[in-house]
T-cell receptor, first 116, second 114 residues
């Protein structure tokens, strides 16, 4: 799986858009970009994923650059409940966990703190 | 629709004991995966079950085992507990036909081994 780089922490004012960057310069053609978040003391939560087109759902928008080497997760109107660690991962769109020691792996992620 | 539920939420055991954790996936989800999460090692894959069969297993010793029932509920067992087994154990499920990468996680079971 391609390696990702995220800033360790970010602040954002409540009500403003939170823009979380992720670099994945070694991404392969068959790898998707996935975003998860983990609120303190809870399990990870799937947010959104994309291949090369911009994607939007009820939680967030995902902007992927044309060369696919970086992406930005956008929370349009951040609330205090959005304070969490956000993980960007790139993986092929496996239908199964894969052979051997596999499964999802997260890096350090970005600790997003929403300020009141 | 109810999310993934895990019981118990918190557990304290002593070294050498064994423990069984339970997971109920989202209704209709047949794939269940288990993960261990620690501050030092991060998220580590334990195993995945689908239709009562273990589909894949991570790099954990044989003390870690699991099973899945016909209603898709799953249990994992850790025997001869060690201090290093203290962790958050997460269960995740996904819809049939969806990518493995689109998992719905439960709140986890916080296991403390004394």
């Amino acid at each position: 799986d391609a390696k990702t780089t995220q800033p360790p922490s970010m602040d954002c004012a409540e009500g403003r858009a939170a823009n979380l960057p992720c670099n994945h310069s070694t991404i392969s053609g068959n790898e998707y970009v996935y975003w998860y978040r983990q609120i303190h003391s809870q399990g990870p939560q799937y947010i959104i994923h994309g291949l090369k087109n911009n994607e939007t759902n009820e939680m967030a928008s995902l902007i992927i650059t044309e060369d696919r080497k970086s992406s930005t997760l956008i929370l349009p109107h951040a609330t205090l409940r959005d304070t969490a660690v956000y993980y960007c991962i790139v993986r092929p769109r496996n239908m199964y966990s894969g052979g051997g020691a596999d499964g999802l792996t997260f890096g350090k992620g970005t600790h997003l703190i929403i300020q009141p | 629709k109810a999310g993934v539920t895990q019981t118990p939420r918190y557990l304290i055991k002593t070294r050498g004991q064994q423990v069984t954790l339970s997971c109920s996936p989202i209704s209709g989800h047949r794939s269940v995966s288990w993960y261990q999460q620690t501050p030092g090692q991060g998220l580590q894959f334990l195993f995945e079950y689908f239709s009562e069969t273990q589909r894949n297993k991570g790099n954990f010793p044989g003390r870690f085992s699991g099973r899945q029932f016909s209603n898709s509920r799953s249990e994992m067992n850790v025997s001869t507990l060690e201090l290093g087994d203290s962790a958050l154990y997460l269960c995740a499920s996904r819809r049939s036909g969806s990518s493995y990468n689109e998992q719905f996680f439960g709140p986890g079971t916080r296991l403390t081994v004394l």
